[in-house]
């Protein structure tokens, strides 16, 4: 139970950090995203 939410908070601690860039600059880091994410495909 503990490790769970521990997990589940690191993951809203990136999310909160990851969103406000993916706002800040969206085309550059979308673009970038969508590039590694074809790379790993």
């Keep these: 139970m503990s490790v769970n939410a521990l997990n589940i908070n690191t ?3 990136a999310f909160l950090f990851i969103v406000p860039m993916f706002i800040n600059n ?5 673009a970038g ?5 074809f790379i790993y495909l």
């Design 26 to 30: 969206a085309p550059a880091v979308q």
């Design 11 to 13: 993951v809203l601690r």
């Design 33 to 37: 995203a969508l590039q590694s994410l």
